[in-house]
């Protein structure tokens, strides 16, 4: 997807990842505020998506990277760079305003500010262009909105909460139970049902399921394979879990992207003629063949190290790399054939790990 500007390309991540409104039953704070602060929450990515001059005092042309895993190799480090910087102020914004709900005291239907907390001409012209009205009485710095009377009340509630973040903040999160990242993902991969099917064997074969990993609107659900607790990784670093991870990177130029997990790829591909043979053309089409890439062997001095590799044969011998799977069990999109195959793998993982 192209944007007018780069600010736009990163604004525009909240707006895919703002999920669909999910209250949470509080005896203090009503749906309706609950309703109100999310319904402001939206009304300001789209503002600021309209017109990011509001927050940003430059604009600059809309770009990208190719390359998801290893983005110096599209050699544009100035447009690395660059988005940090512009995801870095919509991130400072965020902050600020969990910032002046968490340290600031209700009145009514008004929010009075920290004395001690700055606002600058930025915050002010956003508050304008959102409905907030901003004024000091009585040495009080006070926010009230035109229209919303009971948003203050949703607002504190999110940010007071126990284990509040401005990560779901920023996306409403009120209800802990609930999973919003389950909702956001089903939601960017379309309604075919395919993810919903692959997330509905999850569940019912012991995966766990983890909501937004690392402060990142993500969904993962693994199961570890290890005799001891390990820690979970990133799918391309995976070695001891199986299972799914879902991202959002609005670095690259396809944003959302799915990775299988594939834990002890040695033992998996050594079972390799034990595979049903659409699992067979599966694994042969996505997993790394040799190229001789060197990294394998970078560190032996003597030249006598052969490339960690294991050869299979599927009509004919195929060298598949065991480093690093997850890099190439990566999707932007899933369709029923992948779906099925993904659980297919799955299952033959489990089989195998479990009987070993």
Known sequence: MEFQNLEQRIIHMYMDTF??????????????????FYDFMKDTYRTLYDNPGLLFTSRHADDAHTYRFNKSADKKPELTNLMRRISKKMEDFLAFLF?????????????????????????????????????????????????????FYGW????????????????????DKHSYASDIYKLLFGKKGN???LIHFLEENGYIRIDNRDNQISLDYVKNYDFREQQVKDAWAERTHGGISIKYDPFVWQPV?????????KEILSAFNDMEKELQDFIIKYNKKCDNCGYCTQT???????????????????????????FNYCFTD???????????????????????
Request: glycine share 4%; proline share 3%; net charge positive.
């Open 19 to 36: 999920p669909d409104f999910v209250p949470v039953f509080d005896e203090a704070v009503s749906l309706q505020a609950q309703r109100q």
């Open 99 to 151: 910032t002046i709900g968490n340290k600031g005291s209700l009145d009514k239907n008004r929010l009075i500010i920290e004395n001690e907390q700055k606002i600058n001409k930025n915050h002010l012209n956003i508050f304008n262009s959102v409905g907030l009205i901003y004024r000091v009485e009585n040495n009080r710095k006070i926010l009230s909105h035109k229209e919303y009377n009971d948003l």
């Open 156 to 175: 504190k509630l999110l940010t007071d909460k126990q284990g509040a973040s401005v990560l779901s903040f920023s996306r409403c999160m009120y209800n």
């Open 195 to 197: 993810l919903e099917k």
């Open 257 to 265: 992207y799915l990775c299988l997990r594939m834990p002890k790829t």
């Open 300 to 326: 032996d001095k003597t030249g006598a190290r052969k490339p960690n590799y294991i050869t299979v044969n599927r009509g004919k011998d195929y060298n598949l790399c065991l480093l690093f799977p997850g």
């Open 334 to 356: 899933i369709n029923e054939e992948l779906a099925d195959h993904m659980i297919q793998c799955l299952s033959f993982i489990d089989t195998v790990l479990k009987i070993r």
